[in-house]
């Protein structure tokens, strides 16, 4: 069976984008625990300004959410990425084989760089390799999916390049792994600004349902929605109507349906916005009751990740052993 990796930065409050796009399809996937790898990518977290206890209270939290959403240890390995040394013996190796151009080219680095800039920080080193310690974490593995929303798309094809280039210069060492995102949902907007992605560190929360958000946030979250004006009614439109699409991609995400076939059932933008607030509150609801009895108990959450990064070491250290081989480094 085609083993799958994934994770999740612990830099802000899990949001509804990572639930659709990504975490979603982690719980579909029925596994067993070597075959199903799923990390709070906690290294990741330190490639931007942050607060030491902030990542530490976010990587529990990041466990947490995950467990209550249906990764169960018996089905699949959770684990925190930095109790796992092997990602990054792993990405010194890839450093070595990655070019300087092709990270700048990234446009995740672009952005963040820029913006690390305008605050007037400096541009951390591991801002730019980041996607080189991303391809360890997935390479490591042997992983051969990633399941991941359609941000993460030029990452994976960045590791898919190295993989390829370390296989042809030292001999067969990698699996090169394909990215998977769902039919709906791979790229949830920011509900103020449906031109900018809901990702979980961007300051301004208005526009973000939490996993966290209670029914009342939720709701009024998703009524303040912006929409686009045009009079030809409920659209399924992209690009001319990314706010409208945006809300019919969320309700089809949550309901099974069609977002192009849903907007025919809407005459006007309240009904729409009532339905999607319905389906949301719903989605999210078991989640929040599994997440309050798992909180109240945070060493089983600390000892799921314990014996998951076991795991996750025992399969990460054969593969890594043999690209330290493959590379020219002697044994020790
Ligand atoms: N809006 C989204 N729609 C669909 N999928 C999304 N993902 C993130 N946002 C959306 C997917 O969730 C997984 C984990 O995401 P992440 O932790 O790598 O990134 P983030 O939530 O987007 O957090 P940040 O810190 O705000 O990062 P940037 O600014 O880099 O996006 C991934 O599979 C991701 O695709």
């Known amino acids: 069976m085609t083993r799958i990796f994934s994770g999740i930065k612990p830099t802000g409050h899990m949001t509804l984008g990572n639930y659709l796009g990504a975490v979603r399809q982690w719980v579909a996937a029925d596994r067993t625990p ?4 799923f990390c709070v990518v906690d ?3 330190l490639t931007v300004e942050h607060e030491p206890a902030r990542v530490r209270r976010l990587s529990r939290q990041a466990a947490t959410l995950l467990l209550a959403a249906g990764l169960e240890p018996q089905r699949c390995t959770l684990f925190v990425q930095s109790h796992v040394d092997e990602h990054t013996r792993l990405a010194y190796l890839l450093e070595c084989t990655a070019t300087d151009g092709e990270l700048r080219r990234m446009i995740q680095y672009k952005e963040k760089a820029a913006k690390a800039q305008a ?8 801002l730019l390799t980041y996607p080189v310690l991303m391809a360890a974490d997935i390479l490591a593995y042997g ?19 190295l993989a390829v280039r370390f296989n042809q210069r030292y001999g067969h060492t990698f ?23 809901m990702g979980k560190s961007h300051e301004n929360g208005s526009g973000i349902v939490y996993l966290l958000d209670e029914p009342g946030v939720v709701r009024k979250k998703v009524m303040r929605a912006v929409t686009d004006s045009g009079d030809d009614g409920v659209v399924y439109d992209r690009e001319a109507r990314p706010g409208v699409a945006n809300l019919l991609d969320i309700l089809g995400a949550c309901t099974g349906g069609d977002p192009a076939a849903l907007a025919d059932g809407y005459s006007g933008y309240g009904a729409l916005k009532r339905d999607v607030a319905d389906a949301v509150v719903e989605l999210l609801r078991p989640l929040q009751e599994r997440h309050a009895e798992l909180a109240a108990d945070p060493a089983q959450v600390d000892k799921a990740l314990r014996e998951g990064a ?18 020219g480094l002697l044994a020790p």
């Open 175 to 197: 699996t090169v792994p394909k990215a998977t995102h769902p039919a709906v949902a791979a790229r949830v907007m920011d509900l103020q600004d449906p031109a900018s992605k």
């Open 143 to 161: 992983a051969g999916e990633v399941p991941v929303g359609e941000d993460q798309r030029q990452h994976v094809e960045l590791t898919r390049d």
């Open 310 to 327: 076991g795991r996750a070491r025992e399969l990460a250290r054969p593969v890594v052993d043999r690209a330290y081989e493959a590379i």
């Open 119 to 126: 605050a007037g920080d400096g541009v951390r080193l591991s």
């Open 43 to 45: 290294l990741h977290a």
């Open 34 to 37: 070597d075959d199903a790898l």
